[in-house]
């Protein structure tokens, strides 16, 4: 795994994460997704394997932390950018909560492997931050209110809250107390998005759990919800719920995954229309990483949960695509961005969009899972 | 040609512009730029082509006027919405002129098909909008201005420009004179892309012109170029100006051909790296149709003015390129976007971001360059 991890342990201040297919740095911005996510990385190693605790893994994540903390928020809204320069100028701003959950997630893992209270005051402090965005008043992370907007409840902002949830978990349990019912809500909110008697999850749905009309309201994320289903799937086990582990298993994994594979070409397609229309993002059908990083973490835990054989074969088909199309044997890492055909369409190994995460978040959990299994 | 281009006329106040295969509305949103050059397009075949000189072409111009001019704009401060719903309602805004470069465009076509005034006053009173927002005061149309954004120049601006001149001229020339130095001074903000020593179209630099750093610097759009390039040999056409000919066909035309072909597939790419380097955006090896179309009209233009064989060789390839990958022979008009390696990536005719304009457009154009070829 470090052969090519430290790959990216490549920092001034923060890390640079635009890095050609053999790891040259090819744009000098900082994007904050990313960087939060590799102080994540560092961290998550750090604590749970043996062989990545090693002080200089700590220091870059360290290093990493106060880059986020100095540069990656407004310090009084909290409000992080999406984008940095190399010393840290703001570039852009989204108006979502992903950059302070990746924050939030950075802080958190560093707590839990340093004992140091201020990264934990800091995390806790974002989480107060983003419950309030998404639970109490959206007014910071809000685009133009405009009348012809339908009112949207996504997919992605409850499933992102419960996996800062299970990170609060990790870092404290007790720290969860505060929020009270957040997790019912968040698995509520979660829910709303299988539609169609049970067989689709569409990414946007009204507040009320009804479909909006139009692409906006028939868009699918395959990806997207085969790993809801490993984040539902683990709070489930948790909490001995039998029904959510159902749940998560057919509707988030098993269905997205039968509609979502190309039978033509292999691979999981990126968007897709509920009612067979062309989607109207212009990637939709290309291959993309993390899809089928998350979709080998969400079989191998059906597996590991069930010993269901065909969870299995799911994680071998995912897992044969991938090795023979995303990874890079020569240089290490796995490429980001396939066309439908199969051929690499983007050959940079970092970008904007992809960094240090999906896949040793993917290896990481895989490996654990497989030791565990082999065990048995 | 009005076999399938009236497969776009489907109104009910505007036009639906999101369209299957074979025609069918597969989302009812108005997207503003498209009812836009929609109008345009259908006035300009009315008023230049003799067989589309019908007057359910002129109503329909017209209504989709209506519909614009109600919905389209804040009145008071002619800003124009990106996308409404069926019924006109906002439904997003963009930061920048194009929007409101297209309403400018019909309005003016229809003016100098009509002979109102009122579409006249209309066409100017947005024209001197979008003057003011470029050379006076950006405040309206500019992003955050965030520390780390470093002021740019694009080439769409000035270009865009460019063509709204064109179509003041084609309305009424004495319309361009209150605007003084414009055309002068968009032809030298056009010509500051030229970089590396005349061998590349960067598509944002500095407003000195000199290179901008990362990708954001090095990023070219080969038919965004070259669309520039038909732009400025018919100014310097008109101003039997040599030079600027020259520099049109050479600078703009050819080398972004030469770069920007795919010699391993075939067809224009739509993003590239000066150096080489992957660019971020995710659709970049994608053959994107306008590309096609506009390179089209630049190279028959420049035979047309030169005589030289090889701009109609070069005209061939692309044609022979389009007809047997675009062109849909059995419902008509052309497919938008093929992967890299030629098939059908989206199989709509008519989505957000594609409508009739750059497909009838680029048909009026050739045809009437290659009658006067003929004539000759």
Not at 117 to 133: G, L, N, P, T, Y
Not at 256 to 284: A, R
Not at 323 to 337: A, P, Q, R
Request: glycine share 6%.
């Amino acid at each position: 795994m470090s052969a090519y991890f430290f790959h990216f342990a490549v920092y001034y201040r923060g890390f640079f994460n635009c890095l050609t297919t053999d790891g040259k740095v090819f744009d000098d911005q900082k994007h904050v997704w990313l960087q939060a996510r590799q102080v994540w990385t560092y961290m998550r190693l750090y604590n749970e394997f043996e062989r990545f605790k090693k002080p200089e893994i700590l220091d870059a994540a360290k290093r990493g932390a106060v880059f986020l903390q100095k540069y990656a928020k407004n310090p009084s809204t909290y409000k992080c950018y999406l984008a940095l320069t190399r010393d840290g100028k703001p570039v852009r701003m989204q108006k979502t909560v992903f950059s302070e959950c990746f924050y939030m997630m950075a802080m958190s893992e560093l707590a839990r492997g340093t004992g140091e209270q201020s990264f934990k005051d800091e995390a806790i402090k974002m989480m107060d931050r983003i419950v309030h965005w998404l639970r109490v008043d959206n007014t910071d992370i809000n685009l133009p209110d405009y009348a012809g907007i339908p009112p949207t409840s996504s997919l992605a902002e409850p499933m992102m809250l419960l996996c800062l949830i299970q990170q609060l978990k990790d870092m404290d349990p007790a720290s969860l107390d505060k929020y009270g019912d957040l997790p019912q809500w968040c698995i509520q909110q979660i829910l709303m998005h299988i539609q169609r008697d049970g067989k689709y999850i569409l990414e946007n749905v009204s507040p009320e759990g009804k479909e909006l009309p139009g692409s906006h309201g028939r868009v699918m994320t395959p990806g997207h919800s085969i790993e809801a289903g490993w984040f539902l799937l683990q709070y489930a086990i948790q909490q001995n719920d039998e029904s959510l582990k159902n749940t998560a298993i057919q509707k988030f994994m098993i269905n997205p995954f039968e509609y979502g594979w190309d039978n033509e070409y292999g691979g999981i397609f990126y968007f897709m229309d509920v009612d067979g229309f062309p989607p109207v993002q212009l990637e939709s059908d290309m291959k993309l990483w993390w899809v089928h990083n998350e979709s080998m973490i969400s079989f191998l835990m059906a597996y590991k949960e069930t010993g269901d054989q065909a969870h299995l074969d799911r994680f071998a088909k995912i897992f044969d695509y991938s090795y023979s199309h995303f990874v890079d044997e020569e240089n290490g890492e796995w490429y980001g961005y396939l066309n439908r055909q199969g051929p690499v369409s983007l050959s940079f190994k970092g970008g904007p969009w992809k960094g240090c995460f999906h896949v040793p978040r993917c290896l990481l959990m895989c490996e654990k899972m497989l030791k565990q299994l082999c065990n048995k």
